[in-house]
C-alpha cells in the first residue's frame, strides 16, 4: 500500500466516523482483494472494519473534483455491520439524492455535504449483499453547483474484501 493510500484511508474514516485525529488509531490493511482494499483500525469503541473502492470511470462537465470512495464499515463494538457510505469527492446538491445501481437493483442514497448514505439498515445489507455478487457498480449524484456525475466501480474482489473485514471484525 502507498503511503497516500494510508492517509486517505485515515482521512476518510475520520470523515466518517465524524472523530477527532487524535481518537482514531491509524488503520492498517488488512488486503487487497481485485478493485477493493480491506482495513482495520481501533477507536474508543473496538474495531472498526472496513472496505473501500474508487471507481474505475468518473464522468461529469466539471473542472475539479476530490477523491471518490465507496465503502462498506462494520464497528461491532457499536452493533453496526454492512454500512455503506460513499464520499463523492464534491459536496452534494441540498436536498439531493443519489442513485446507486447494482446490475438490475437500484438503491436510493441520501446525501449531507459530501458523502451518500442508505437510508437505514435494512438498506445497508441489501447494498452489501448486491455489491457481492454483483459485477459493476454505478453512483449518480448531482453537485452543488448542478453538475450531473456518473461514476462507475468494478465489483471484483469485492465478496473476497467483504469476507476479509467480516473475519477481522468477527461478523
Known amino acids: 500500500m502507498s503511503k497516500q493510500y494510508l492517509v486517505l484511508a485515515a482521512v476518510l474514516w475520520v470523515m466518517v466516523a465524524g472523530l477527532a485525529p487524535a481518537q482514531a488509531a491509524e488503520p492498517r490493511t488488512v488486503g487487497t482483494f481485485g478493485k477493493w482494499q480491506a482495513w482495520v483500525l481501533e477507536d474508543e469503541s473496538g474495531k472498526v472494519c472496513y472496505m473501500l473502492a474508487s471507481p474505475e470511470k468518473h464522468s461529469g462537465a466539471y473542472k475539479a473534483r476530490g477523491d471518490i470512495y465507496a465503502l462498506i464499515t462494520h464497528r461491532p463494538g457499536e452493533g453496526s455491520k454492512n ?89
Not at 448514505?117 to 459493476?136: L, M, V, Y
Request: proline fraction near 2%.
Open 83 to 171: 454500512v455503506f457510505s460513499y464520499i463523492a469527492g464534491y459536496d452534494y446538491q441540498p436536498g439531493s439524492g443519489v442513485s446507486l445501481k447494482i446490475g438490475e437493483k437500484t438503491f436510493p442514497l441520501f446525501t449531507h455535504k459530501d458523502t451518500a448514505w442508505a437510508q437505514d439498515a435494512t438498506f445497508d445489507n441489501a447494498i452489501t449483499e448486491a455489491i457481492r455478487k454483483g459485477s459493476t457498480m454505478v453512483v449518480t449524484g448531482t453537485s452543488a453547483r448542478g453538475t450531473l456525475t456518473t461514476d462507475s466501480f468494478s465489483l471484483k474482489g469485492s465478496g473476497g474484501a467483504h469476507d476479509a473485514i467480516s473475519r477481522e471484525c468477527g461478523i
